[in-house]
């Protein structure tokens, strides 16, 4: 790497070359033609399996770009579990509508607040919206209603319209008793000066689930309205969808094959994980680190259970414990038949040829695998969709076989040929 120098002009010489230094790695990387895009904060341009719900909020705001003054406060409640696409379907819909707006020679501004990361009480929260929507205005010394009022009447004046998101709205209202009024206030933007036209044009909440509503009074209730816009969680055809279009985006062609989207698809749809694309990414991103620090040219399923594994360890070492020595022996029958084959699935023939080589090794007489893969599947340890398809859940399959390997030896008491040693065992 390269050597820090002393000295004011030679440091930043040091820091321009480190920046192009690792601007051109970044370049060159065998693995990652755009990492950054793997970011849960990147909104890519296209969303797989959401153009329904973004057309469907586009289609609740539509007309407010043509005659602005003439439409509605419209109030909208998106409610799904985490990961799914509200954010960033929200915040398409309404980048879209701008464009709308600008083709009609209309500003529209969007206001997003993530309540989770800038909560805090009403006013702290009116503030920042006055100060997404109109950076230049004082907010000191308003009362959190005339700070309303204000940006009212400034959008009015300065012909803007406005599109306010409020996200992860479930969260402030479960920690903030008097964060309620918030919604009254709102929903109700277009009663402050009912003779008036409003420029608030959409008003839009973003939350997990429904639980808050047990926390609202009636009247906030009322004006939320009770139909949200609900989001499915995704199936695994779709987030293999999903993933193969960002993968586009941030990985060279040849670093992802199709094993690799099916592998973290499969993960991501399992009922811990519960299709959180997030989670998706991150094990795309960390797995292709592995792959570019281990030089392997390309991302490999084993790398994505890896890292899965580090994050959800299907089999910890108490579960190894608790397996009888040929339930032992067949596991690492089955990891070296995939190492060999380097498939995330591998034939029950193939198998029993490693279970037979690894007889031989520990020097004991021929292991019956069949008798014991029920008992793995039942256990979740490995996955067996058919008897030509056998595979492992989730951890690393490099890491599981010294782990198994050393159980053997240690209730043995010898260590196989391969480990070298070669001792007599039963
Ligand atoms: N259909 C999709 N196509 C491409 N990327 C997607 C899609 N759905 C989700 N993502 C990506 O997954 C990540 C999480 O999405 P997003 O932040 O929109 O989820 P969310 O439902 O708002 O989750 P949370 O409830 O945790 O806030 C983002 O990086 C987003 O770009
Ligand atoms: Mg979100």
Excluded: W
Aim: with cysteine; aromatic share 6%; hydrophobic share 40%.
């Amino acid at each position: 790497m390269l050597k820090k120098p002393k000295g004011i002009n030679a440091l930043i010489v040091y820091i321009l070359i480190r920046s192009i230094f690792l601007t051109v790695m970044e370049f060159s990387s065998p693995i990652f033609r755009d990492r950054s895009k793997l970011s849960p904060r990147y909104v890519p341009a296209e969303l797989p399996h959401r153009e329904k719900q973004v057309e469907e909020i586009r289609y609740a705001l539509k007309g407010s770009y043509f005659k602005p003054d003439e439409f509605p406060l419209t109030v909208l409640q998106i409610i799904g579990s985490a990961g799914i696409g509200k954010t960033s379907t929200v915040l398409k819909s309404s980048k879209l509508l701008e464009d709308e707006f600008a083709n009609n020679r209309l500003k529209l501004v969007t206001a997003y607040v993530n309540l989770k990361l800038h909560g805090g009480n009403k006013y702290a929260i009116y503030r920042l919206l006055l100060e997404r929507v109109a950076p230049e205005l004082p907010a000191q010394g308003m009362s959190a209603e005339e700070m309303l009022r204000y940006l009212l009447r400034h959008l009015r004046d300065k012909k803007i319209y406005v599109i306010i998101i409020l996200d992860e709205i479930d969260y402030l209202i479960k920690i903030s008793k008097d964060s309620g009024g918030i919604i009254y206030d709102l929903t109700r933007l277009n009663e402050f000066d009912p003779d008036k036209p409003c420029n608030v044009k959409g008003v839009i909440f973003i939350a997990r689930s429904t639980d808050f509503y047990s926390r609202l009074d009636p009247a906030e209730l009322s004006t939320l309205g009770r139909v949200p816009m609900k989001f499915t969680t995704y199936s695994i055809n779709q987030v293999s969808d999903i993933l193969v279009s960002r993968c586009s985006e941030a990985f060279n062609a040849i670093a992802i094959g199709s094993d690799i989207i099916d592998e973290v698809s499969k993960f991501t749809t399992s009922p811990s994980v519960n299709g959180d694309i997030r989670y998706a990414l991150d094990l795309l991103l960390y797995a292709g680190n592995l792959a570019e620090s281990g030089g392997t040219g390309r991302v490999l399923a084993d790398q994505v259970r890896k890292v899965h594994g580090q994050i959800h360890p299907s089999i910890s070492s108490l579960d190894v414990e608790e397996l009888s020595r040929n339930q032992i022996l067949t596991l690492i029958a089955i990891i070296r038949a995939l190492k060999t084959k380097r498939r995330q699935y591998v034939d029950l023939k193939e198998i029993r040829l490693h279970a037979s080589l690894l007889a031989e090794e520990f020097k004991i007489k021929k292991l019956d695998v069949e008798d014991h893969l029920d008992d793995l599947n039942i256990k979740n340890i490995i996955e067996m969709r058919s008897l030509k398809e056998i595979g492992i859940h989730s951890i690393s399959l490099n890491e599981l076989e010294p782990l198994l390997q050393g159980q053997i030896e240690r209730r043995n008491g010898h260590k196989s040929t391969r480990g070298g040693s070669g001792e007599n065992g039963n």
